[in-house]
Antibody, heavy 120, light 108 residues
């Protein structure tokens, strides 16, 4: 059974940093692209970033490029999102989502999310 | 940047058909995926590649895509179908995933 478990969310001040983790199980993690998707309170889904399972290619939404870094440790079956220079508008539930071997494909499994609150 | 536009809300009586549109420039040339999100839950993939269904998704969920509009159709709507629905594409010109604005389906 595929499972994705996010952690690392919490309250952080504007300008601060946070690292999210997503522990994966139930599939061969290294073979699959993984994404982060966020949802601000009462708002829609916003894609944040994706990392390839094959060559480690990464892509970012314009709203986070230069501030967030996606990475993965295939030996630990874990996906990460390093978030720096956080802003109030980054407040959201952050979901990790499993893709397929290729980037650009849909997300067939999602975690339950971790809440990030940016506030002074 | 590529924009996907959905109606904010759709209301449907039980047993009837709900149609949710997703508008985008020449969206017919892209593969469209649809997600259902129940309140307080993570999204679930219900249709991918315009019209295919993942295992476990009822045949009542179907999709189509042509021209500038993709459509998710829910036949014989049940109370449990009330949720938010989002379309999604990969925009190869920007190497970004794009989600639609979302549609809240209310079962009357």
């Amino acid at each position: 059974e595929v499972q994705l478990l996010e952690s690392g969310g919490g309250l952080v001040q504007p300008g601060g940093s946070l690292r999210l983790s997503c522990a994966a199980s139930g599939f061969t993690f290294s073979n699959y692209a993984m994404s982060w998707v966020r949802q601000a309170p009462g708002k829609g889904l916003e894609w944040v970033s994706v990392i390839s399972g094959t060559d480690g290619s990464t892509y970012y939404a314009d709203s986070v490029k230069g501030r967030f870094t996606i990475s993965r440790d295939n030996s630990k079956n874990t996906l990460y999102l390093q978030m720096n220079s956080l802003r109030a508008e980054d407040t959201a539930i952050y979901y990790c989502a499993k893709g397929t071997a290729m980037i650009r494909r849909p997300f067939d499994y999602w975690g339950q999310g971790t809440l990030v609150t940016v506030s002074s | 940047s590529y924009v996907l536009t959905q109606p904010p809300s759709v209301s449907v009586a039980p047993g009837q058909t709900a149609r949710i549109t997703c508008g985008g420039n020449n969206i017919g040339s892209k593969s469209v995926h649809w997600y259902q999100q129940q309140p307080g839950q993570a999204p679930v993939l219900v249709v991918y590649d315009d019209s295919d269904r993942p295992s476990g998704i009822p045949e009542r969920f179907s999709g189509s895509n042509s021209g500038h509009t993709a459509t998710l159709t829910i036949s014989r709507v049940e109370a449990g179908d009330g949720a938010d629905y989002y379309c999604q594409v990969w925009d190869s010109s920007s190497d970004h995933y794009v989600f639609g604005t979302g549609t809240k389906v209310t079962v009357l």
